[in-house]
């Protein structure tokens, strides 16, 4: 595991957005794992302005994001596929048959999630997973618990996990209970993960795996400690609280 501390949100967002300008160089048809939330916003950011400036081409990438919220229609202000939308699929040049965001309104999301984990694999395999991470450890959605998923699953979201992401939305009773998203295996079997954090709320976080913390499903991150190419990207604020 590699620990990079950037300044700010900013630098973080760079040095992230770097990675994956390198990657992209190296693979130009590469399978990309992306992330929502507050913290990738940045590096979104720094991605596009490398399209604008004529420095990446994203027209044979392919992109699986990792999680999306049960019940919300792909137009829903609050829904990932509108936020990867808005934040960064309408401002570069991937078509958007190459994306993929779960869909949350499928009509048989077993089925559905057997089928996302068969279309990663047919594509190749994620080649660079971009990660967030919850305060409570969780990544995607994959909540802390007595056993974790491996596959691509529909899970149910924690009281703290809704009450953190009740800012996306107009109020706390709109948030959906159950979300879909990629499982432990589907994240573990990415050839390289990238993970940011900023700010002071991520910092009892960042701080227990920094100093090594034990494997525990109770923190899904702790996980990620196994795999061989794993970098963490954190702020000043992150890292030192
Ligand atoms: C959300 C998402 C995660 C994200 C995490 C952190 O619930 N499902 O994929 O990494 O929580 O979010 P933020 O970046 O807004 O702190």
């Given amino acids: 595991m590699e620990v990079i501390v950037a300044r700010d949100y900013d630098e973080m967002s760079r040095v992230a957005a770097n990675i994956i300008k390198d990657e992209i160089i190296k693979k130009p048809d590469m399978v990309l794992g992306l992330a929502t939330g507050s913290t990738p916003k940045g590096m979104y950011r720094e991605l596009i302005g490398y399209y604008n400036r004529g420095e990446l081409d994203f027209s044979n990438i392919i992109t699986f994001n990792l999680d999306e919220y049960v019940g919300l229609d792909k137009e829903h202000p609050s829904s990932y596929h509108h936020f990867m939308n808005d934040i960064f699929f309408d401002h570069i040049n991937i078509g958007l048959e190459n994306t993929h965001v779960p869909d949350g309104k499928a009509q048989n999301l077993e089925e559905y999630c057997k089928q996302y984990d068969r279309l990663i694999k047919e594509k190749g395999g994620i080649d660079l997973q971009v990660l967030g991470v919850g305060e409570n450890g969780h990544i995607g959605f994959n909540e802390p618990d007595e056993e974790l998923n491996m596959d691509t699953s529909i899970v149910e979201l924690t009281e703290s996990t809704i009450e953190v992401n009740s800012r996306f939305f107009e109020s706390i009773d709109e948030v959906p209970k159950t979300a879909i998203t990629m499982g432990m295996n589907g994240i573990m079997q990415a050839r390289k993960i990238i993970l940011m954090a900023n700010g002071k709320r991520k910092a009892p976080i960042i701080r227990r795996i920094v100093n ?30």
Avoid at 216 to 221: E, I, K, S
């Fill in 212 to 241: 090594g913390m034990k494997l525990t499903t109770r923190l899904p991150v702790s996980l990620l400690m196994l795999h061989h190419d794993f970098t963490i990207i954190v702020d000043e604020e992150a890292y030192n609280g």
